[in-house]
């Protein structure tokens, strides 16, 4: 434990808050997973002055196409800030079988997300965020079988404001095209993928967890169309739905 984590000095000791694992963790992420990934796709990315003010817990809020996101979030991310990031994965895929399970836990700090309302124990993730463990959080629920971004639901903005951290928006860039779903590959010839951070947010005095995801999903897209213009990547679609009502129309 180093004194760049003083939230956590006193949490319970597991494989979420121990130092030894997040050596591990460390070991598995930048000495392996980060040289693969960087070697397979050219990685650009842009925001790391926006993070820079963020302690203890945070959610990292991300739109989800493509089995590169979190492994690209977590190896760009400062050292300081992924250390100890958890991220939520599907229990009935990830924490299915012995081994898939070992390996999602080892390097990405795993913790099962329940995707049919039927899960014994709900709430971990609030749990993991109380005792000071920075979360990483889809909140369009599963990958896009086509690349464009679904609405978000208001999962995370909610454990932000219960839990009184910031939200940090993500947008990755090209991973859908670089690594299609139902590709367990990336594309050859190194497709260029991007990483951009934003600026921590917030809820607003008076704003609803649906207005606040509402505000954070605009801001993903934002930087989304920021990452893809330098990353020569085309921009996701937007659609309608996705638009807010005071918007639509303007000109």
């Keep these: 434990m180093t004194d760049k984590h003083p939230h956590l000095i006193r949490a319970p000791k597991d494989r979420f808050t121990s130092g030894v694992m997040a050596g591990m963790r460390f070991v598995a992420q930048r000495m392996v997973l980060k040289p693969v990934v960087w070697s397979i796709t050219r990685v650009s990315v842009r925001g790391h002055d926006a993070v820079k003010g963020v302690h203890g817990a945070f959610i990292a809020v991300a739109n989800h196409s493509s089995h590169l996101d979190a492994p690209l979030i ?3 991310l400062p050292r300081r800030l992924g250390r100890y990031l958890a991220a939520g994965a599907a229990a009935d895929y990830f924490f299915d079988i012995w081994w898939r399970r070992i390996l999602t836990s080892l ?10 309302g039927t899960a014994a124990k709900p709430g971990v993730s609030k749990k993991l965020l109380t005792r000071g463990v920075p979360l990483l959080v889809f909140p369009e629920g599963t990958r896009s079988k086509t690349g464009a971004m679904a609405g978000f639901k208001p999962g995370a903005a909610a454990l932000s404001m219960s839990c009184d951290v910031p939200c940090v928006p993500v947008a990755i860039v090209g991973a859908s095209l670089a690594m299609p779903r139902g590709r367990n590959w990336p594309i ?14 917030l809820a607003l005095p008076g704003e609803t967890p649906d207005q606040f995801s509402t505000r954070i999903e605009r801001e993903v897209r ?3 169309s920021t990452g893809a213009g330098t990353a020569a990547i085309p921009a996701l679609p937007i659609t309608s739905a996705t638009i807010p009502d005071s918007e639509k129309g303007a000109a």
């Design 74 to 76: 977590m190896c760009a």
């Design 222 to 224: 934002r930087l989304h």
């Design 107 to 116: 390097f990405f700090n795993a913790f099962p997300i329940d995707r049919t």
């Design 188 to 201: 050859p010839g190194r497709p260029p993928v991007a990483v951009v951070f934003g600026q921590p947010m």
